[in-house]
Each structure stands twice: as structure tokens, then as C-alpha cells.
């Protein structure tokens, strides 16, 4: 059987390299995720920010140069110090008469471990900053399960935008006791595709806080370099498929290289398949795992899913220094994603999510560069490493794997 599929995969991988030979990898998924309804833009630029400290030393520096409106749209916002240095600049610039948007998630605030609390939303308020939470967590509690707004957005004066993987808190910088370091990737983007990104904050600033904004002066990206870029958002009832699309249709493409880094790696069946299919017919795959999670039982699904495409040839590292959070892709050395989408079940089928999907060779080399450069700080999974964890682990990561529809 295992000679079998190997065969169809091999003969699969040989009618995709025929019928493609004209079209490469990036251009064959600009133009399927195109038919999908995701507007690529040429002439943007792309700033990856590799750390907490490149994020928001930038981030930070973009905000004090703000002239005309700071928009935020976050899973959660710490109730920490980093937090604390955004929020003092954020005043400092309503001061200066810079209008101030903020939307943070209500699960992904309770769900910290130092959330913002009703009198920290007070004193914002007082000094007129808009923030406001989506979805409070109330009683019966179950009716807020899903979906929450996962997404991280910041659009300041239309013009420059930064999303990924990053929340607003400080263990970006200096890691936790549970897991050590937390790695995690962002980038910033200047150019049309901007004005996407504030299209998506604008369409959800409208559901929660009920104010329109339609001037022209939100919409300010005009060309800045010369990377295509495309937004995927995924938003409940409207784009409910579309990561899961581009995963499949990246990982179908795929002609030479896949290099994933995904911190709870427990996708859904059809992705699983896609994966696998890829592996199977001879694309080089390495994933990226983190050594230590923020949850439970998802280690150990992780493990399980993991061992089924090693056993079908990827290299699967483990990053020793702790938790790597980043959502990446890179594929053949020709694009890339940098964004907020899990690959399990809660990002792909309920909640709202957004990826950069990044169409340059230069910006893809970088993050392929990063990847290599964390493999060193690595642990290749092994076989006989797998077997060594104990039969209750395996259990849980088997039984676990059952349950993938809701984790």
C-alpha cells in the first residue's frame, strides 16, 4: 500500500511538473487565490521584523510620527509594561489631535494572564482614545466560543501597516517562565496593500463601535516599492475557506521547497492530506516545532501529526529555546506568508484571521534565511526519539488527534 501511494504520488508530481512547466509556483498562486477573491497590488514594500524588539521598536518610532489617525486591532493587548509604553504614546498623540482606534478581543483579553480591566478602559476612555472590546465574555459563556477576532492590524495615517503573529505584550521580548523564550515574526507594509488592510480594520470598526469612516484621507497607500503583496483575511460567513484554500493550493503547487513554521500544528483533515500529498511526491519539507506549548494535550497532537509526515520524508525541527509562535510559509523560494492563522481548526473554520501573502523572491529568501538560521537551535525529530516518549504520551496525542475538529 505504502509502495502504492508513494508510486501515485510520484506519477502525481510528474503531471503537475509537465502541465506547469510554464507557470512557476508563485504565479500559479497568484492566480488561483486571485479567483478566490484576493486582491494582489504591485509596488509595496515589506519590512520583516524577526523579533518582539524589532516590531515594536518600529512600530513604536511609526506611531510618534503619526499625523492623522493610529488604528489597532488586536487578539489581545497585556496589561504590561509594553502595553503601557503604547498607551502613553497613544495619548501623547491624541494630544496632538491624532484620532485613536483601538479594538482588542474579549476572549483573548480574559484569557491573559493580566488583562485590561474595566478601570484601564476607563482611563483611556478619559483621555480620548477609542478602544473597545469585541465579543465580552458573559454569561452563559458558552455562546462566545466563536469566533473570536484573532487578527493583529495596525494602520497608522492610511499609510503604513504592520500585521503577523504578535499580540501587544512583553514576553515577546523576555519570554515566560512556562516556556522560555516566545519567538515570533511581523512585518510592516507600505504601499497599496495598505489600503486593504485598513479596508478589513474599517469594515470591522464599523461592527463594533457603529462609526463609518469613508474619507479618503484613511486611504493614503500609494506605491512604495516593488513587492506584490495580497491580504487574506478570513471572516465568518464571508471568506469562511479562504486559508484553508491557499494552504491546500500552496502545498498542491509546491515543485520544490515548503519550509513551515506553525506553533499548534493540528490541521484540519483536508490540509493534513495536502500535506501529506506533498511530501509524498518529493517536495522538500521542513517544519519548524516548538519544544515547549502554553497549553495542554496540543504537544501532543503536534507530535502525532508531525510523525506522520516524517515518516513520509520531512524534516521536522524542534526549536530548543522554547515556544515558536510565528504563522509562516515559504514556498520554493518564491513567496510567503506572515500572519495571525493557526493551522488548527479554531483559525481556519471560525474565527477571523489575516495573512500577508508575499510574492517576491527577496522578502522570501529573508524569512528562508531566518528559518536556517533557527534550525541550528534546533533537535531533529527522529523516529526512535518519537518511540522513546512515553505510551500515555502517544495515547494523548492519538486520542487528541480525534478531537482536532474543535481544538
Not at 479594538?103 to 478602544?131: E, W, Y
Not at 524542534?318 to 483559525?347: E, Q, W
Request: charged content about 30%; glycine content about 6%.
Amino acid at each position: 500500500m505504502t509502495h502504492l501511494r508513494r508510486s501515485a504520488g510520484i506519477i502525481a508530481f510528474l503531471l503537475i511538473s509537465i502541465f506547469s512547466q510554464a507557470e512557476t509556483s508563485d504565479s500559479l498562486i497568484l492566480r488561483q487565490m486571485s479567483e478566490y477573491g484576493i486582491t494582489f497590488s504591485k509596488g509595496n514594500e515589506v519590512k520583516l521584523l524577526m523579533s518582539g524588539k524589532e516590531k515594536f521598536a518600529d512600530m513604536f518610532e511609526a506611531i510618534r510620527q503619526a499625523k492623522s489617525s493610529v488604528h489597532l486591532e488586536y487578539f489581545n493587548f497585556r496589561n504590561d509594561s509594553i502595553a503601557g509604553l503604547l498607551f502613553d504614546i497613544l495619548r501623547e498623540k491624541r494630544k496632538e489631535g491624532v484620532e485613536v482606534r483601538a479594538a482588542f478581543d474579549g476572549f483573548g483579553n480574559d484569557s491573559n494572564n493580566q488583562p485590561l480591566k474595566k478601570s484601564h478602559l476607563q482611563k483611556l476612555h478619559a483621555d480620548s482614545i477609542d478602544i473597545y472590546e469585541y465579543d465580552p465574555i458573559r454569561f452563559p459563556w458558552v455562546n462566545h466560543i466563536w469566533p473570536r477576532d484573532h487578527r493583529k492590524i495596525v494602520v497608522i495615517d492610511g499609510k503604513i501597516a504592520y500585521t503577523g503573529g504578535m499580540n501587544v505584550a512583553d514576553y515577546y521580548l523576555v519570554g515566560t517562565e512556562q516556556v522560555g523564550e516566545w519567538r515570533d515574526m511581523h512585518c510592516r507594509i507600505e504601499g497599496p496593500a495598505v489600503n486593504e488592510l485598513q479596508r478589513i480594520f474599517v469594515r470591522f470598526w464599523k461592527k463594533l463601535a457603529k462609526e463609518e469612516l469613508t474619507d479618503g484621507k484613511y486611504f493614503q497607500g500609494t506605491e512604495a516599492g516593488n513587492k506584490t503583496v495580497g491580504i487574506a483575511t478570513r471572516e465568518p460567513n464571508v471568506t469562511n475557506k479562504i486559508m484553508r484554500q491557499f494552504y491546500i493550493s500552496a502545498l498542491d503547487q509546491a515543485q520544490d521547497s515548503v519550509k513551515i513554521v506553525n506553533p499548534y500544528f493540528v490541521p484540519t483533515p483536508s490540509i493534513m492530506k495536502a500535506l501529506k500529498r506533498c511530501a509524498e511526491r518529493g517536495v522538500k519539507m521542513d517544519i519548524i516545532m516548538s519544544s515547549k506549548y502554553d497549553v495542554p494535550l496540543v504537544p501532543d497532537v503536534v507530535y502525532y501529526n508531525l510523525r506522520k509526515l516524517m515518516k513520509r520524508g520531512a524534516h521536522i525541527w524542534r526549536y530548543r529555546p522554547g515556544f515558536h509562535h510565528s504563522k509562516i510559509m515559504m514556498v520554493d523560494g518564491r513567496y510567503c506568508t506572515v500572519g495571525s492563522t493557526n493551522l488548527d481548526a479554531r483559525s481556519l473554520r471560525f474565527d477571523f484571521e489575516i495573512n500577508a501573502l508575499i510574492i517576491d523572491k527577496d522578502v522570501t529568501r529573508q524569512l528562508d534565511d531566518k528559518f536556517i538560521e533557527d534550525t541550528k537551535k534546533c533537535d531533529l525529530l527522529t523516529e526512535e526519539e518519537y518511540q522513546n516518549r512515553s505510551r500515555w504520551k502517544r495515547f494523548c496525542g492519538w486520542f487528541g488527534h480525534l478531537l482536532t475538529p474543535w481544538l
